[in-house]
């Protein structure tokens, strides 16, 4: 016993890191006797009254308490103490357990987050209804629209739960040394947890609590003082354990106890082999697995460039509003120069700066490109040499840099995803659907308003107008460059949308909006969706609110969720660009021992998207008598009323689905010429060139301008034309 007491005093008085958490006062609050630390079971989904707990002193002790909770100030009354016999007391747990003396609080997340954790291995003494079961506690998931619906926001126990708990199993002993808490997501309510104690197990059975060591008490953490903000709480001493409970002791008043958690924990040895092997989240490629920020960022950059000076360019577009450059990778056999028939191709990440995952994907494909071209791997060779790559890792530098230094767990669901102006990049861009589908209303399409290339308004580009310095950027940069393929890589999901993301009926939440290139834009989605390990894992469960793999992992984004002034509209209308957004992962900033598995489950997928851009037709439109190519003449494809036009040297590249198609060359100055292009199902675009010859007006301007005489063919041509016109 003093030996016991000796130990406890020698203990450094150590408290759980509160982030965003309410008064530290609450951790000296006697630990109620119902969820004392020597003995307890689990409570049935029913709560019964509960005997009082065994104490070691042949006495019970049973607290009644009441608690009125404002904001972050807590009124304890008490009543008065009961004591009855108890029975013969089982020895704490945590005695027999060789723990570690030394606190390591830099173990990851067990995987609550990111879904590593199943939804079997989570229990609770109670639910409120199935859409705030067990399954439902985990840090950053989303609530759908409907409150009682089967998404719901979090965890809530029953409001009769005098006792209520939510427990994981980690599925074998794991050194736990923390804890993340956050409230329940709601549009309509307000719930969350403002302090808990903290319980183990190795049967679920018998449990000990963690102590303060200070006091020798059960230790109650300070929680949460809003919904979203994630709050860490260190434990005093890690504790190894299959199972971790934690015990809600107060919450909100007039609230419930809601909410979402992360386990923080480091894996420990198995040397007799008791328990399954975990799966290895890991890789074979020798990649730099781990988060970048700026500086990283451009470091490692510098390094591939370093590697492969031959095939690799980097550039910049732009700088944010902090003044950090937006840099760009260019990868191509010949970096630096647009190589007439070679299409260009973007992937763009880091638009929200809280989803890093895209960011560290496109680090990652830098690096891989370049060692496998070096090491001769001839799928890697042939993409450099057929086309010219464009990697945009951080499109918004200033959001990318406010979550990294939140940390990965710690960042929560928006911080960091504006822009430092607090504009989001991604409704940013020109509305050009509204003007479109105006003109299309009035019957004006395509003949007086085009179907493509539609210019910016004049509201946009006014000086006093909302643009981002990024968001120009990036309009000038897809100016500069004729792209055919992109992709926006986002996180948080597990879908590809397509456009159009806007929905045609004004102030619609959502509505199937297609474009004219449905067929082509559902092809993009299905394939990285279909190539996709995570999309295509048939045990996986839903990330938040919707059942995407009902579809096929791929949707139309304006009848997910109308985004006016996207990316992915904006390209498509305004340039020849077809563009999809990748929602890559649940997690939007996943703890970096999960990159290596990330890399594995999207390192197919990129490449294979990459090599869509070979599927239509491709050609020069060149003129008849110089065989010059023609820029800008326009490529139009019967039943499709979207153009796509040449790039300076005449070249096009016009993406579609195979069958077959009529289509049109036309420029100004030239003689439209029609033909018919079949695209098969045969790996590679097919060839379709044309031949324009010049109007005989045209010539005669040419042949002035030049002060050159005019031909007697010529010179007749233009005699019949009068005649005809007379």
Excluded at 367 to 396: A, D, I, K, Y
Excluded at 433 to 452: I, K, R, S
Excluded at 642 to 649: E, I, L, N, R, S
Aim: aromatic content about 8%; proline content about 8%; overall charge neutral.
């Amino acid at each position: 016993m003093w030996g016991l007491l000796f130990a406890l005093a020698a203990c450094a008085p150590t408290i759980g890191l509160g982030l965003g958490a309410p008064s530290a006062s609450v951790l000296d609050l006697a630990p109620p006797a119902t969820t004392g630390a020597s003995v307890s079971t689990p409570a049935p989904r029913s709560i019964p009254a509960q005997p009082p707990v065994e104490k070691k002193n042949g006495t019970t002790g049973q607290r009644v308490r009441i608690r009125i909770i404002k904001k972050k100030k807590i009124i304890t009354r008490k009543k008065k103490k009961i004591t009855r016999p108890s029975p013969p007391v089982t020895a704490n747990p945590a005695r027999t357990l060789d723990l570690p003396k030394e606190q390591k609080p830099d173990c990851p997340p067990l995987g609550l987050e990111s879904l590593r954790v199943s939804d079997g291995q989570l229990e609770a003494s109670s639910s409120q209804s199935f859409g705030l079961g067990p399954h439902r506690g985990r840090l950053n998931i989303q609530s759908g629209l409907e409150d009682g619906d089967l998404y719901d926001g979090a965890w809530c126990a029953e409001q009769q739960d005098a006792e209520p708990w939510l427990q994981v199993d980690a599925g074998r002993p794991t050194r736990f040394s923390g804890i993340i808490t956050q409230g329940r997501n709601s549009i309509w309510r307000y719930d969350w947890v403002t302090s808990y104690k903290v319980q183990f197990s190795n049967d679920s059975r018998s449990w000990w609590g963690s102590r303060n060591c200070s006091s020798g008490m059960d230790a109650i953490f300070p929680a949460n003082s809003d919904p979203e903000t994630p709050v860490l709480n260190l434990l005093p001493e890690p504790q190894v354990a299959r199972y971790i409970r934690l015990l809600p002791q107060t919450w909100l008043e007039g609230g419930a106890s809601c909410l979402r958690a992360e386990i923080l924990a480091c894996p420990v040895s198995d040397p007799n082999g008791l328990f399954p092997e975990a799966p290895a989240l890991g890789s074979s490629d020798p990649l730099d697995f781990r988060h970048h920020d700026y500086k990283a960022m451009r470091k490692l950059m510098k390094q591939v460039n370093e590697q492969c000076p031959n095939i690799t360019r980097i550039y910049s577009i732009g700088k944010s509003h902090q003044g950090l450059k937006l840099y760009v990778m260019e990868m191509s056999d010949h970096p630096g120069e647009h190589e007439l028939g070679e299409p260009e191709v973007r992937y763009v990440a880091g638009m929200h700066g809280n989803e890093a995952l895209g960011r560290e994907l496109l680090l990652l494909l830098m690096q891989f490109l370049c060692r496998e071209f070096q090491r001769g791997n001839p799928r890697v060779t042939r993409l450099l040499t057929e086309m010219r790559l464009h990697l945009l890792p951080s499109m918004n530098p200033d959001g990318y840099e406010t979550a990294y230094r939140r940390g990965s767990e710690l960042v929560g669901w928006v911080e960091g995803r504006w822009n430092y102006q607090g504009i989001d990049l991604n409704h940013n861009f020109a509305d050009l659907n509204t003007p479109l589908w105006d003109a299309e209303d009035g019957g004006l399409v395509p003949h007086t308003v085009p179907n493509h290339h539609l210019p910016l308004p004049t509201y946009y580009t006014l000086p006093n107008a909302t643009v981002a310095p990024e968001t120009w950027a990036v309009i000038e940069w897809m100016k500069r460059i004729p792209f055919v393929l992109s992709a926006n890589l986002h996180g948080g999901e597990l879908v590809v949308s397509y456009p159009f993301d806007m929905t045609r009926t004004p102030w619609a939440a959502r509505e199937l909006t297609p474009t004219p290139d449905d067929a082509v834009f559902r092809w993009l989605s299905t394939v990285y969706a279909g190539t996709s390990r995570a999309m295509q894992d048939l045990d996986r469960r839903t990330c938040h609110n919707q059942d995407f793999s009902l579809h096929g992992n791929v949707i139309n984004g304006a009848d997910w969720h109308t985004v006016p002034g996207s990316m992915n509209d904006f390209s498509y209308l305004h340039t020849n660009c077809f563009e999809v957004t990748v929602e890559l992962s649940c997690d939007k900033f996943p703890h970096e021992n999960e990159l290596p598995q990330e890399w594995e489950n999207n390192k197919d997928a990129l490449l294979t998207y990459l090599e869509q851009v070979r599927m239509g037709i491709t050609g020069v439109v060149r003129d008849k008598d110089t065989e010059l190519g023609i820029a800008d003449a326009v490529i139009a494809v019967d039943g499709i009323n979207h153009d796509v036009t040449t790039a300076w040297g005449g070249d096009y590249w016009r993406l579609l689905t195979p069958g077959d198609y009529v289509v049109t060359a036309s420029a100004e100055g030239y003689h439209s010429v029609t033909r018919s292009c079949r695209v098969t199902f045969e790996e590679g675009p097919v060839p379709c060139n044309f031949h324009l010859t010049k109007t005989p007006k045209q010539r005669l301007r040419e042949l002035l301008a030049a002060g050159a005489k005019v031909p007697p063919d010529l010179r007749r041509r233009l005699e019949r034309l009068k005649k005809q016109k007379n």
